[in-house]
């Protein structure tokens, strides 16, 4: 996942402390990678909104006569912009470190709660004074074409009347993490986090299985009127926000704020039934062998993740430490200037990959536009789950260090559908280097069935996710009966029909409880699986020529948010297309790999 926030406690002030402490220390350049500052005094600390305001007005009140002085005060705007999402994003990054942390709590909360409203006020005043200058016409097409398309799009949105909602749902929202962060179960006389307990559904006791299954999922249903109780507060905020913009339901509303130029809601839909046509079938295939390979009756949810040959779980890396070692010298392997910035951001103490009690679940890769070097947070479970976490992540890591030149900070924005195309490629392109963590032949061949079978597994949950955010936001009004009703008509629709799940209805009423883009990132969802279908391509000709598709893939990466998307895409040497003959074409060359490691 690709984080985006205003938000962080690292500072300009401590993000140049962190630079140049690493740089005496190791001797590298990390100056070199940081923004050059010119607006901005040398030094300068982001604490009250009225030691920043002043930079914010002398930008509105200064005087624009001619193109070059348009041309400066965008760059001029750009350093502020990147000053100020630095320091939040670290501020955003302490509280998920350590959901205990008050006083990064506090920092969080003073960002949201009073520096984000009076700069989005203040950012909308630049922005109209932006577009109605009369040298707008006169800037490069090429150099400023989605940025200024971006600029239009956030002034139609804007509205003075949901800052207080934005920032009371941005506060909101980041419960459901401190939620999951302090969920345990017991196993084995010991007290677990819920990443820790999953690692556990891939060992060959079936008993044993079912009963870390039913722990984890009975855990969460502990707090599931908490979740429904917080979902139908953000529900009822997110609407009357879309209300307040002039738009009818929380759908159509999110869709434009997303910058979705280049495709619409009825592309999303097509997309859905792309997926139940065309990948559905080939899941439904996979769980067939698996079912006969186990000699099970049934198969259920706590058999997906096991061996079928009942081998114990692979164990690739020995600590955290180990597993950063061997992802560098897999990411050299497969391109120098891959394994180079994980062994920067390792350097600067930007990663933090354990899982421990307090930390919110999940896993971003945070971008630091300001010093260049971005942050990877994950939580290892020390099983090959994690590789493929920490790849993905890294494909986010190395998209934001070749764009850290690009001089508008907006290019460095990317909307989810490239930046994700960058991450979920990188997963099954450093597959063909995975001798570094399995040196054991046997074991390579169970870990790429392993990460395809995945690859297929998590397209039908994407459309579930998605189809069930499109019918909660176009329903407002809905209950929670009725919500718990469409869930699971979706559900059932997605989930492969030779998986039983007879017993398990309270579970699965339940389920979407465990995305948590529905509560922090409403429809932040589709975009991986429309860049799953991307990543497949590349892979596919990178099996076919690897030089040419690592090129290609570093071009594109390399683009930004410069072009629009289908033109990233192209760069790549893919299409953005989600037909059922593409979805077709892509899901049959997965599944004829795999085929080929089952043989």
Not at 172 to 187: A, N
Request: hydrophobic residues 40%; negative net charge.
């Amino acid at each position: 996942m690709q984080g985006s926030f205003c938000g962080g406690i690292g500072i300009q002030h401590f993000v140049k402390e962190d630079i140049a402490k690493n740089e005496q220390q190791h001797g590298h350049d990390y100056t070199a990678l940081s923004q050059k500052k010119e607006f901005l005094p040398e030094g300068f600390k982001i604490t009250v909104w009225t030691k920043l305001k002043p930079y914010y007005e002398a930008l509105l009140k200064r005087p624009i006569h001619n193109t070059s002085d348009l041309e400066q005060w965008i760059w001029d705007k750009t350093e502020l912009d990147a000053v100020v999402g630095e320091t939040f994003a670290w501020r955003y990054i302490q509280v998920t470190v350590d959901s205990s942390n008050q006083n990064a709590a506090e920092l969080y909360h003073y960002t949201v709660q009073e520096l984000y409203p009076r700069i989005a006020a203040t950012e909308n005043e630049l922005h109209k004074k932006l577009i109605s200058s009369p040298y707008l016409e006169c800037l490069d097409s090429e150099v400023f074409f989605t940025y200024l398309r971006n600029i239009r799009n956030a002034v139609e949105l804007y509205s003075a009347s949901n800052l207080p909602l934005a920032t009371e749902v941005q506060l909101r929202s980041r419960e459901y993490g401190k939620i999951f962060s302090e969920m345990t179960i017991g196993m084995n006389g010991k007290q677990m986090t819920l990443q820790k307990a999953t690692a556990l559904l891939e060992e060959t006791d079936r008993s044993c299985r079912e009963a870390v299954y039913r722990k984890i999922n009975t855990r969460i249903l502990q707090d599931a009127e908490q979740l429904e109780d917080l979902f139908d507060e953000l529900l009822l905020k997110r609407q009357q926000i879309a209300v307040n913009t002039g738009f009818d339901n929380f759908r159509d509303y999110k869709f434009k704020s997303l910058g979705r130029f280049d495709y619409t809601v009825e592309d999303c839909l097509h997309f859905h039934d792309s997926i139940a046509a065309e990948i559905l079938p080939l899941v439904e295939s996979i769980n067939e062998y698996r079912q006969k390979a186990l000699n099970l009756n049934a198969l259920r949810p706590w058999d997906l993740n096991v061996d079928t040959g009942g081998k114990e779980p692979l164990r690739p890396f020995s600590s955290a430490e180990d597993l950063l070692e061997k992802a560098i010298t897999c990411l050299s392997n497969l391109h120098p200037l891959f394994g180079k910035v994980l062994s920067i951001m390792k350097t600067m103490n930007h990663l933090d990959i354990e899982s421990r009690p307090g930390k919110r679940p999940g896993a971003y890769n945070m971008p630091l536009h300001l010093s260049g070097v971005p942050f990877i947070f994950m939580n290892a479970t020390y099983l090959q789950n994690d590789i493929r976490t920490l790849m993905h992540e890294s494909g986010h890591a190395i998209h934001s260090y070749l764009i850290r030149n690009q001089r508008l900070n907006a290019s460095k924005g990317l909307p989810s559908e490239i930046a994700e195309l960058a991450s979920m490629t990188m997963e099954l392109l450093v597959m063909e280097h995975w001798d570094v963590f399995f040196n054991n032949k046997e074991d390579l061949r169970r870990a790429k069935i392993i990460q395809l079978e995945n690859v297929l597994r998590i397209l039908p949950w994407i459309a579930t996710i998605d189809k069930f955010q499109h019918w909660l936001y176009t329903h407002p009004q809905h209950t929670r009966a009725e919500r718990k009703a469409e869930w699971m008509k979706i559900y059932v629709e997605f989930n492969p029909k030779n998986i039983s799940r007879e017993g398990l209805e309270q579970y699965s009423e339940y389920l979407w409880h465990k995305q948590l883009h529905i509560f922090e990132s409403p429809f932040y969802s589709i975009e991986y699986g429309m860049a799953q279908l991307g990543a497949i391509a590349i892979w596919k000709k990178y099996r076919e020529n690897p030089t040419t598709a690592i090129e290609q893939y570093i071009d594109a990466l390399k683009l930004g948010y410069t072009k629009p998307i289908g033109e990233v895409y192209a760069a790549a040497g893919i299409a953005f297309d989600f037909s059922r003959a593409y979805v077709s074409e892509l899901g049959a060359f997965v599944k004829a790999e795999l085929d080929k490691l089952l043989e």
